[in-house]
């Protein structure tokens, strides 16, 4: 069922009711309204974007930047103070690719620490599956992005059009605070549709059939444009590409 914007809202400022600076609430509101209905338009009824845990942070809600959680699971979780060793926090420290975790497994202590009460509040809030992924600010700050509920296993399809509709929505707010410098070589029009594609989640075989052009070519297309874009991998090339709103 869709959850309106306005009940989404609603929710995502529950159990962060602390007076907030106006333009962390105005932040945290743009986030509701961009990432939240990404979520529910694919079947999940929770969201999360909350800052990637380091050894500074004091408390679970203080790394919440927006999310549509219960007060009840915020506060149970501040209470466990284990969100820096979940599940799904470790399985991100080891990838950049997006993880999907079965059942309420993706926030369980990895330390295997007593759940109670933890486990009935996600239980109750029905955690039947979670996606997560990472987001990344142009300053270097991370993000932890996770949409959870009780819905199917994502085929491909799905997985990448969430995390690019996600990465789309994120990217468009954070960048009305930090643009970009300008790239130092343009994208040809063959590398901006090759990158397209990939962003579509296709793989070299597939952009090769879809252009007539052969593997090898589509390859090299994907390589110039990361080496312009400053980009280890594709996925981080068809984020920049976003960035620079090539996409």
Known sequence: MTISRQRLLRRSTQGQENDAPDAREARRRAFAYALGPIGCENGFTHYLLANFPNGEMAGFSDSVVSSNWSATLVEAFNRSDFFRHCGVVEQLKKTIMPVVMDGI???????????????????????????????????????????????????????????????????????????????????????????????????????????????????????????????????????????????
């Open 105 to 247: 497994s993706g926030w369980v202590d990895t330390r295997h620490k007593p759940l109670e009460p933890l486990e009935r509040s996600l239980v109750e809030a029905q955690f039947g599956n979670t996606l997560a992924f990472t987001l990344h600010e142009p300053d270097g700050n991370i993000y932890i992005l996770a949409f959870s509920g009780k819905r199917g296993k994502l085929s491909e399809s799905e997985l990448s059009s969430i995390y690019f509709s996600s990465m789309r929505a994120f990217d468009g707010i954070v960048t009305k605070i930090a643009k970009p410098e300008a790239l130092r070589e343009k994208l040809t029009a063959r590398e901006i549709e090759c990158l397209r594609w990939s962003a579509a989640g296709k793989s070299s075989d597939d952009i090769a059939t879809i252009l007539t052009l052969s593997s090898h070519t589509v390859i090299s297309y994907l390589k110039s444009a990361m080496r312009k874009l400053e980009a280890s991998n594709r996925m981080q090339a068809v984020a920049r590409a976003y960035r620079y709103r090539l996409l």
